[in-house]
């Protein structure tokens, strides 16, 4: 399979069409090829790319792997051509350049909404609603918003944070489009924030993000693969993603993982952007193929 790549002269001509024509993009929202959510196997492989906009740009020992918008866009291009992949969630800067460059027809799109929480910032925790709305998700027909949800009981920003969240899942499920809500319970420690990934404060955090908005018809969890899993998606019947992650162990632990929790009732496939995207062993390609044999292949 011949895999397009992104290269400088795609940056340009996507800043010339931004600085000359940038009503292409609403042009090419409203035509874009749509497709059901889900496909006939009921699972979903997306590709996550909205690390950025909150300034996390770091892979690994690498703390800025992804400062490069061409490599980037080279690494979602190709993952975006894989066989299997259902599609993106993005912020829309991301989605946008995606977009111009022809890469979401036939694809489930995603949209980032509260990028505002910046890590390492002292109002982290306060993740304010800085990209997509959900209005602006219907108007351009995307599948759904994301929302991070970091519950942290010392700190008043979290409060913020779940009120705007609990709104955008109403106004999402009023829309009829799916609210992917992105639970943690987390601390802050010599002024950094850590997400509790114990089963336990896991199962606290499905049951306050499951709770979110006037309802949760379309809600559907983000979830980080943790041990004790099965305690984790025992506390819930909302349809789950898990995510990725940063890459840190050897791959075939980290695919070995994912392969035993796909196997829960609950869970319906896969958000995962740095372990796909920057793969150890370098090829983007077959890492992407390995996670799409893992979500719709069958295997466990």
Same mark, same amino acid.
């Given at each position: 399979?011949?895999?397009?790549?992104?290269? +400088?002269?795609?940056?340009? &001509?996507? %800043?010339?069409? &931004?600085?000359?024509? +940038?009503?292409?993009?609403?042009?090419?929202?409203d035509?874009?090829?749509? #497709?059901?959510?889900?496909?006939?196997?009921?699972?979903?492989?997306?590709?996550?790319?909205?690390? +950025?906009?909150r300034?996390?740009?770091?892979?690994?020992?690498? $703390?800025?792997?992804?400062?490069?918008? !061409?490599?980037?866009?080279?690494?979602?291009?190709t993952?975006?051509?894989? +066989?299997?992949?259902?599609?993106?969630?993005?912020?829309?800067?991301?989605?946008?350049?995606?977009?111009l460059?022809?890469?979401?027809?036939?694809?489930? *799109?995603?949209?980032?909404?509260?990028?505002?929480?910046?890590?390492?910032?002292?109002?982290?925790?306060?993740?304010?609603?800085t990209?997509?709305?959900?209005?602006?998700?219907?108007?351009?027909?995307?599948?759904?918003?994301?929302?991070? %949800?970091?519950?942290?009981?010392?700190?008043?920003?979290s409060? #913020? %944070?779940?009120?705007?969240?609990?709104?955008? *899942?109403?106004?999402?499920?009023?829309?009829?489009?799916?609210?992917?809500?992105?639970?943690?319970?987390?601390?802050?420690?010599?002024? #950094?924030?850590?997400?509790?990934?114990?089963?336990?404060?896991?199962? &606290?955090?499905?049951?306050?993000?499951?709770?979110?908005?006037?309802?949760?018809?379309?809600?559907?969890?983000?979830?980080?693969?943790?041990?004790?899993?099965?305690? *984790?998606?025992?506390? !819930?019947?909302?349809? !789950?993603?898990?995510?990725?992650?940063?890459?840190?162990?050897?791959?075939?632990? %980290?695919?070995?993982?994912?392969?035993?929790?796909?196997?829960? $009732?609950?869970?319906?496939?896969?958000?995962?952007?740095?372990?796909?995207?920057?793969?150890?062993?370098?090829?983007?390609?077959?890492?992407?193929?390995?996670?799409?044999?893992?979500?719709?292949?069958?295997?466990?």
């Amino acid at each position: 399979m011949t895999t397009r790549r992104v290269g +400088p002269a795609d940056l340009a &001509r996507l %800043t010339e069409v &931004r600085a000359r024509e +940038p009503q292409q993009v609403a042009r090419l929202w409203d035509e874009r090829r749509l #497709r059901p959510l889900l496909p006939v196997d009921g699972r979903l492989l997306l590709v996550a790319a909205d690390h +950025p906009a909150r300034g996390a740009l770091g892979v690994g020992a690498d $703390p800025m792997a992804m400062a490069s918008r !061409t490599d980037l866009l080279d690494r979602l291009v190709t993952a975006l051509e894989r +066989p299997g992949v259902d599609g993106v969630l993005g912020t829309p800067d991301i989605l946008e350049d995606l977009l111009l460059l022809g890469a979401l027809d036939g694809k489930v *799109v995603v949209g980032s909404m509260n990028r505002g929480g910046l890590q390492g910032a002292s109002w982290e925790l306060d993740d304010r609603f800085t990209a997509y709305t959900a209005e602006a998700v219907r108007r351009l027909g995307l599948d759904g918003g994301k929302m991070l %949800t970091r519950i942290a009981l010392e700190d008043a920003g979290s409060v #913020r %944070t779940l009120e705007a969240c609990a709104q955008a *899942v109403t106004d999402l499920a009023d829309a009829g489009l799916l609210a992917m809500v992105e639970p943690f319970w987390s601390v802050r420690e010599d002024g #950094r924030v850590r997400n509790l990934l114990d089963a336990e404060s896991m199962v &606290r955090a499905v049951h306050v993000a499951s709770g979110l908005g006037a309802s949760s018809a379309h809600t559907w969890l983000k979830l980080p693969v943790v041990d004790d899993l099965e305690r *984790v998606m025992d506390a !819930t019947t909302l349809p !789950t993603l898990l995510l990725g992650g940063d890459p840190a162990g050897a791959p075939a632990e %980290t695919y070995a993982s994912w392969g035993h929790a796909l196997g829960l $009732p609950s869970v319906r496939g896969l958000v995962v952007g740095r372990a796909l995207l920057y793969p150890r062993e370098g090829d983007v390609a077959a890492a992407v193929d390995v996670a799409a044999d893992l979500v719709h292949g069958g295997t466990s």
